[in-house]
């Protein structure tokens, strides 16, 4: 339908462009808050599960702990409020909970659940961007370039390295680069953040399995996007194949990318625990594999919260991007 336009005072008023932008507007803002409540409802879900599940399984906190007597060990129960009953306990934690406090740890006593996380996130937080910025500035035009080259020999090298980057495990290739160039080569720092240089190993460890993803799916989805009919009648036109590439089949193309990024970014961040244990990184990742295996309660669902609710915001927030993207879809 085309649009009507009315001049008036010397002024066009596009009635129609203007209700389409309210329309877009208002849709967008309704899926916000739905995706907001439904994410919600979510975090409220996984919060119950992991409540109940790890307080079903055999064990405490403290039952590790030989050097206490069992008198001590209850009374440590009492402190923290164990030894009330399960319901109550849950009750109390998600009242705590939506006031902000997500209270005390179990074994890292004196520091509140909210410190911790907040104090090792930045850390998790900054390797996992820099490993996703790595991972779609290598896998994008790795893919272009296999897609565009398909069945040549730049094609099957890319496939190649790309399937190994996804069935090799991020603590093999840690392992590998630790050794090479840590003690072998000895040119890359082995432990912690210190400096710039330290960075490179943990950041590769953690890029290559993403990279090598977002190759392989940037591949599939442009080959899918380059036998649409819009771009063959490009081709038909005259316009070179490398134009057609980048200028018209890129933009549909990236769409499944983008869905991936939001989910490996969160995942990365609290999921990193293999690569922060071997090269001694004192991130989040290390401090949830440490909550498990300690039994500590507080801080299992303060991480698991944390994770939950990273990976809901990226989805919502890819959503919206899909949107701009590609005006066509539409928010349900």
Known sequence: MLARNYVWGGVIHDTDRKRKYREDGSELKKYIIKRLTLGIASIFIVATLTFFLMNLVPGGPFVAE?????????ALEAKYGLDKPLVERYTTYMTDFVKGDMGYSLRQRGRTVSDIIFSKFPISAKLAGIAVVLALALGIPLGCISAYNRGKFYDNFIIVLATCGIAIPSF???VLLLYTFGSKLNILP???????????????????????????????????????????????KGVSSFKTLFKHALRNAILPVITYVG????????GSFVVEKIFTIPGLGREFVSSITNRDYTMI????????????????????????????????
């Open 301 to 332: 669902m303060g991480t698991t919260i944390v994770l939950a609710t990273l990976i809901i915001t990226a989805n919502v927030i890819v959503d919206i991007l899909y949107k701009i993207i590609d005006p066509r879809i539409k928010l349900k």
């Open 66 to 74: 030989k050097s206490i007597s069992k008198a001590a060990q209850e």
């Open 263 to 270: 989910p490996m970014l969160a995942g990365l961040m609290t």
């Open 190 to 236: 082995t432990v912690g953040l210190n400096t710039l240089s330290s960075y490179i190993m943990p950041v590769t460890a953690l890029a290559i399995y993403p990279t090598a993803y977002i190759t392989r799916l940037m591949r599939s989805s442009l080959l899918d996007v380059m036998g649409q009919d819009y771009v063959r009648t490009s081709r038909a």
């Open 172 to 174: 093999i290739s840690s």
